[in-house]
């Protein structure tokens, strides 16, 4: 293992991800945007979205069993020119298919690629770092995941307002091929497990053998998981579908400028994000586990200036200026939260069981997502005129869960990851 933190191998990662991460922010981006400036629907796009999130759910427990299995870096080369595949297919396919059922499998291969790439990458992290580097190396990746996040849809926005989506896809599509073929180059320590009988046979054994170990020997990560499912039935899914629909659809504001602004509020999305994670890499020594609900509790209140602006302000502006330095602030604190949860999952789990346990948290934390897309897709669809109380109902059940499991994380008796 190495000794530094950033070793050649690290620093590919890293890079890797920096392109891999923009391409995958801008396309996230413009291809539900382009939907929903086609449809008008917020059902329709909370539908989409729900449906896109399905094969990531499917696929991240597979993703995590071959992460153990596979050297890591070979399946995040392959993924990564899978996924320039796909955005030159769409782009070949965009004017002649219908664009509603194109746009659905289109979302649901990028959003099943990405549910599979996920563990190889958080999985590679203690093959390359020592413990001591975890929250930083952690740290590191959410902090570029964010700044990737953050350039992608402002750039993504202005050319998509300019030019339309087709030069955001061909760009996105080099992205993952320039990602891709740095990634070739990247060196990660393996060590081959032999297979439990057959691949259906074997894929059975180590996905209930992670679930043993997280309700057996670490039930801590399973009371963390169920925290992380409320939070994105009732949060996340909330913003993921009110951010594109009040600001496109809902604010006073020009078609064209509304697209320009939504790409502008991703970047604050990002820009939060990644501030959240610098705090995290600063504050790496500092951050105690067991006041991480704190942190969820910051994220619950950050709603409700949201509700209160669009119930007392008729300016799209002033609205569209409120919603944004709101999620802002909720990107910093869950993103602190996310690398001090990520961080003790690292800490506490097997090597030989690092990918499958990443994965089992990923598919069943992204369980709740679709769920909440589709809720609030028809929530704000029947809601019209009163955008207001849906945004005032996921601030109060966030809150509510996140009050109730806070005495979750003060049961830790020690912190891991200072240990």
Request: neutral net charge.
């Amino acid at each position: 293992m190495n000794q530094k933190l950033f070793s050649k191998d690290f620093t590919f990662v890293v890079i890797g991800q920096i392109i891999s991460l923009f391409g995958n922010a801008a396309i996230r981006f413009a291809l539900p945007l382009y939907l929903l400036n086609q449809t008008g629907s917020s059902a329709q796009y909370g539908a989409v979205t729900a449906c896109a999130f399905v094969p990531a759910i499917l696929l991240s427990p597979i993703g995590g069993i071959v992460a153990d299995r596979v050297n890591k870096r070979n399946i995040m080369v392959f993924l990564d020119f899978l996924t320039a595949a796909v955005i030159l297919l769409f782009c070949l396919l965009m004017d002649t298919v219908n664009l509603i059922l194109l746009l659905t499998v289109t979302l649901m291969i990028l959003y099943g690629i990405a549910g599979a790439y996920q563990p190889s990458v958080q999985a590679s992290i203690p093959a390359l770092v020592k413990r001591e580097h975890f929250m930083a190396a952690n740290s590191i990746i959410n902090t570029i995941s964010s700044f990737a996040s953050f350039i992608g849809p402002v750039l993504g926005g202005i050319l998509y307002s300019a030019y339309g989506l087709k030069p955001v896809l061909w760009i996105c599509m080099i992205c993952f091929l320039l990602s891709a073929n740095m990634e070739i180059f990247i060196h990660i320590p393996f060590q081959h497990q032999a297979p439990d009988g057959g691949v259906l046979q074997t894929a059975k054994m180590d996905f209930a053998e992670s679930i043993r170990f997280i309700r057996s020997e670490k039930p801590m990560i399973g009371k963390v998981l169920l925290v992380i499912c409320g939070i994105n039935l009732f949060l996340s899914a909330m913003i993921l579908v009110a951010l594109p629909y009040l600001i496109t659809e809902v604010l006073t504001l020009d078609a064209s400028q509304a697209n320009r602004l939504y790409g502008f509020a991703e970047g604050a999305l990002a820009a939060g994000g990644l501030a959240g994670g610098i705090g995290a890499g600063i504050l790496a020594n500092k951050l105690a586990t067991q006041k991480s609900g704190h942190l969820v509790i910051a994220c619950a209140l950050c709603v409700f200036p949201m509700g209160a602006s669009l119930l007392l302000f008729s300016s799209g502006l002033i609205n569209y200026i409120v919603i944004t330095i709101c999620c802002f602030l909720i990107m910093v604190f869950s993103t602190m939260f996310t690398v001090q949860m990520m961080s003790f999952l690292q800490a506490e789990t097997p090597p030989t069981l690092i990918g499958k346990v990443i994965a089992v948290i990923l598919t069943v934390s992204m369980c709740a997502q679709p769920l909440g897309n589709a809720l609030y897709g028809i929530l704000f669809e029947l809601c019209k005129g009163l955008e207001f109380a849906v945004v005032f109902f996921a601030g109060i059940v966030s809150l509510m869960i996140a009050i109730g499991t806070r005495t979750v994380f003060q049961t830790i008796s020690s912190d891991p990851i200072s240990e």
